[in-house]
């Protein structure tokens, strides 16, 4: 008989460990499948405040109300993001009732290069700016690639973002109308 108390304490133990290990796998995939299923759907636009290369502050209180907004954040030195900046401002007109404000983390020096040399400054209805190092933008969206979009709808709330692989300029214009 004492074998078989072994045998029973020693499959209860195994059967204790199978599940202890079915429970920790069934924790991970939950916390995983919950937090890749979270979205950004129903966030609205930061209260953020970018720096212009003029030393002008733009505000998310600036943005005029009742009005869609498209946030691009980008780094002038990535490929992707000057093809998709370039394609903005070859399609400036399909923008012209949406807000489009364009930020960065680089110092002011690189940006100010960065904006002559593209021709950003003859884009007026573009606001282009730097948060620098606060990110509250960059940390808001959760951005991780370059560049990212977030369209938001004329009352603040965001309906689409997208990151890296953004679609073209006359696809987002036709997003954002009637927003």
């Given amino acids: 008989m004492m074998s078989d108390s072994k045998g029973l304490f020693f499959n209860f133990t195994a059967i204790k460990h199978s599940m202890n290990r079915t429970i920790a796998v069934f ?36 943005l005029a109300p009742d009005k869609p907004v498209m946030i691009v954040y980008f780094d002038p030195d990535c490929e992707h ?32 290069s960065y904006i002559t040399e593209s021709g950003l400054n003859n884009y007026p209805q573009f606001k282009v700016g730097t948060e620098g190092n606060k990110f509250t933008v960059r940390y808001h969206y959760d951005v991780i690639q370059f560049p990212f979009v977030a369209l938001h709808d004329r009352n603040g709330k965001m309906f689409a973002s997208f990151e890296s692989d953004v679609p073209g300029a006359t696809e987002l214009a036709s997003m954002l109308r009637g927003k």
């Fill in 27 to 62: 924790l991970f995939i939950s916390f995983f499948i919950l937090a890749s299923g979270q979205t950004q759907q129903n966030k609205f636009i930061p209260f953020f405040d970018i720096t212009q290369i003029d030393g002008k502050h733009v505000r998310a209180t600036d």
């Fill in 81 to 112: 993001c000057v093809t998709f900046i370039n394609q903005l401002t070859r399609e400036a007109e399909a923008f012209r009732n949406i807000q489009i404000v364009l930020v960065t983390y680089v110092p002011q020096r690189r940006l100010r």
